[in-house]
């Protein structure tokens, strides 16, 4: 896989890595993605992009050379493209302090809790170090019993203390690579297509409460954040699977746990993929129905809209390391950085009114070649005569 490196696209003119270095300093969970959204409105301050908040916090982000997405287009003929990744990751949060407890956000199930593991504890002082005891049934709901150097409030969220960012051979090494890279990715696209003025429609959704049943992106999609007719692309992290390996390239999504996505969607990232391997034939791009978790795509979909995604396989799935403990999780650095090259080019095609889809292309030339040799032995048949 190490040919994907010397001969995948250049790096961006921001680099993704960059942003998901600095996106993985801020803790997060469900409910508590006040960090990682401070973070990315910066970002999006520094990168010239617009950003706004909807009631519940989704935040929408576009390139501020365009106008922001309305109903119809503007006049415009062309498809909008919504990048949709998530700003929360599976934690926890306090839930009694006498004796200390607390219950998991997103799954945590992976992480088996038969040693105590190290968690901080983010409180309105500041970060507290503590542990994680045990997972204790309690009426029926899974309560875990909870240790910390110092006074937690109720209230106060909790998230594995796995070490910081860290980067080892082409491995980025993380303590929440779910979604943050996803939310990198959406950054350093938007941030390229500002940089080159592409004349496109297109934003940015960073939502929240993903992980415990897409509720961000549930909400986005009811309110109508962006106009119906937008084609949405989920960005995530996914666990590697045979034909969607780390290094591999990033994966075009054609589904996942829940749901198959959208012809029209894929198209598109398969034109994207086509212009991609045109400048560059040695590009790595895999496709791949990931079925190792349901994502915002799922969401959209059922929402109406048209939907498709892009995942970057994902290694130690939900902090779950290979005997159990809690770890980081990890992504590969050109599947990221093929990924946003991907992204940028999906723009760029969303902006090409009517293009044409290659396999419709490859499809339509080869009944061209022969559709004059069917007709001819078809003539010479007796099927069907004197029926
Ligand atoms: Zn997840």
């Known amino acids: 896989m190490n040919e994907t490196s010397a001969t995948g696209p250049q790096q ?20 508590h993605e006040a960090y990682v959204a401070a973070g990315i409105w910066q ?9 706004r908040h909807d009631p519940y916090g989704n935040l929408i982000a576009t390139p501020s050379h365009l106008p922001p997405l309305a109903a ?4 415009s003929s062309t498809r909008a493209v919504a990048l949709v990744a998530h700003m929360d990751h599976p934690g926890l949060e306090v839930t009694g302090t006498d004796p200390l407890t607390g219950v998991g956000l997103g799954g945590i199930g992976g992480i088996t809790l ?28 899974t309560q875990l019993r909870l240790e910390a150097d110092a006074p937690v409030p109720v209230g106060a969220f909790g998230v594995w203390d796995v070490g910081a960012f860290r980067e080892e051979g082409d491995l980025l090494y993380g303590p929440a690579a779910d979604d943050l890279g996803g939310c990198a990715a959406i950054l350093a696209t938007l941030a390229e297509c500002r940089r080159r003025e592409l004349p496109a429609r297109v934003v940015g959704l960073f939502t929240r409460a993903e992980e ?32 969607a390996e780390m290094g591999g390239g990033p994966v075009i999504r054609v589904g996942d746990a829940s749901t198959a996505f959208h012809h ?13 391997r045109e400048a560059n034939p040695g590009v790595s791009i895999q496709r791949q129905l990931m079925y190792g978790g349901t994502c915002e795509a799922t969401a959209f979909v059922a929402a109406g809209y048209v939907a498709t995604g892009v995942a970057f396989p994902l290694g130690n799935y939900h902090n779950a390391g290979p005997d159990g403990r809690a770890a980081q999780e990890y992504i590969h650095r050109q599947d990221l950085i093929t990924g946003v090259a991907l992204l940028v080019a999906a723009v760029e095609e969303a902006a090409r009114d009517g293009a044409p889809d290659p396999v419709e292309m490859r ?25």
């Open 12 to 31: 961006p003119s921001l680099d993704p890595v960059a942003l998901l270095a600095a996106l993985a300093a801020c803790p997060t969970t469900s409910f």
């Open 43 to 51: 970002f999006c301050r520094d990168l010239g992009l617009d950003v």
């Open 72 to 75: 119809g287009g503007a006049g």
């Open 114 to 141: 038969d040693a105590p593991e190290p968690v901080w504890f983010i409180t309105p002082t500041g970060p507290v170090s503590g542990r994680v005891l045990g997972r204790v049934a309690v009426d029926g709901a």
């Open 212 to 243: 415990v049943g897409l509720v961000g992106a549930t909400l986005a999609a009811r309110q109508e954040l962006v106009p119906k007719d937008t084609i949405v692309i989920s960005l995530e992290t996914s666990k590697a699977l045979p034909g």
């Open 264 to 276: 029209e969607g894929e198209t598109l990232l398969r034109r994207a993929a086509a212009r991609l």
């Open 363 to 387: 499809l339509n030339q080869r009944a061209d070649d022969l559709s004059e040799r069917l007709r001819l032995t078809a003539a010479g048949w007796t099927v069907g005569q004197g029926a």
